[in-house]
């Protein structure tokens, strides 16, 4: 009983001592701590762009004389349209961060020539009537656009896109050749109208996908659908000198539907701060 009562105490001296030790010997320094590192910006920069694309465009010819047809009259429009042409632009924008990106463009579009033939029936036996147009235009567009960047796969970039600026569209001259069949005889008569030039608010639609090269260079491939308003001709008369005065004949919801091929370099880098972590000490 006695030898158990010794070792009692004897482990409750050793646990003294070691505490007593434990308590005169100096507490360690707790470890230097860092700051967690600030939440990474997107860093964007100026960019400089151009473009060259070929266009298709659509419209309709308006004749201000087929408003008052008489009742019954039969109209058949057929084969009316422009051939293709190109256009070419060069821009500024700016790429605030990997999703957002907006620029101001100066576009040239080149001369697309207008062909079409009507066909009209009066009533009561009256011709038939045929009608054979040439016209054109060329326009210059400024256009502000702003596009959102969807993502990035294996260095491809769609992306979507809408801008609002101003068309100036200057069309050529117009020719209107007809032939009517009356009496058993055929009566020819030509008309010809100057171009004019107006200035329409436009609106464009974009989509397309982007190939970054490098940290400087990116290659798009893009589709646009432009909206240029109304385009007028001017004065006009019969080659007879009668019908005389300003031209009825318009092309109404002038627009284009364009696939263009553009590249951007990134001219100045907004460059992106150094990370310095600040040292905190505790104690």
Known sequence: MRSVKFIVAAGAATLLSHAALAADMAIAPPPQMYAPPPVVEDFGGWYLRGDVG????????????????????????????????????????????NWFRADVTGEYRSKVNFTGTDFLMFPNGGGPLSDT?????????????????????????????????????????????????????????????????????AWAAHAGVAYKVNSNFTVELAYRYLDMGTAIHGNGASFDGTNAGPSSFKFRDLTSQDLRIGVRWTCCDVPQPAYQPPLIRKG
């Not at 235009?137 to 491809?156: P, Q, R, S």
């Not at 009356?182 to 030039?197: K, L």
């Open 133 to 201: 147009y040439t016209g054109g235009y060329k326009a210059w567009v400024g256009m502000v656009n702003a596009y959102v960047d969807l993502g990035t796969w294996w260095c491809l970039t769609p992306f979507i896109g809408a801008g609002v600026g101003a068309a100036h569209v200057q069309t050529t001259g117009f020719q209107d050749t007809g032939a009517l069949i009356r009496g058993g005889g055929v009566q020819t008569a030509s008309y010809f109208a100057d171009g004019a030039s107006t200035t329409n608010f």
């Open 54 to 97: 070929v266009t298709s465009s659509t419209g309709k010819l308006h004749v201000n004389a087929y408003d008052t047809l008489p009742a019954g009259t039969s109209l058949q429009q057929l084969g009316q349209g422009f051939n293709g042409g190109t256009s070419y632009d060069l821009g500024v924008g700016y790429k605030f961060n």
